[in-house]
């Protein structure tokens, strides 16, 4: 069974930096797309980032160029880099992996239809 270990929520200001860890395991497949998804009070979730077993990242357009996605030597944790943050950058972070050879459907498959999810990230911004 898959399961997922967030890590490196916390509180910052305008302009700060942070760094999110997402370690798993019980991955027995070797095609993985591993992303992030945040939610914010009365908001729907959105995606944030995605990362395939290739390497090759995705972004949504309201955290490219702040956001770096990337991966461990081992392929089995996933960081997310958040500089230049903002108080809209305050959500809940969680992060997911799929059974694929791509990310290109991560942003909108159901929940249920992921491997599994972490247990979320609390990231606040603060002006």
């Known amino acids: 069974q898959v399961q997922l270990v967030e890590s490196g929520g916390g509180s910052v200001h305008t302009g700060g930096s942070l760094t999110l860890s997402c370690a798993a395991s019980?991955?027995?497949?070797?095609?993985?797309?591993m992303g992030w998804f945040r939610q914010a009070p009365g908001k729907e979730r959105e995606g944030v980032a995605t990362?395939?077993?290739?390497?090759?990242?995705t972004y949504a357009a309201s955290v490219k160029g702040r956001f770096t996605i990337s991966q461990g030597n081992a392929k089995n944790t996933v960081y997310l880099q958040m500089n230049s943050l903002k108080p809209e950058d305050t959500a809940m972070y969680y992060c997911?992996?799929?059974?694929?050879?791509?990310?290109?459907?991560?942003?909108?498959?159901?929940?249920?239809?992921?491997?599994?999810w972490g247990q979320g990230t609390l990231v606040t911004v603060s002006s």
């Open positions: 019980g991955i027995t497949y070797s095609n993985v797309c």
């Open positions: 990362i395939d077993s290739d390497g090759d990242t």
């Open positions: 997911a992996i799929d059974r694929a050879y791509s990310c290109g459907y991560f942003y909108t498959t159901p929940p249920n239809l992921f491997d599994a």
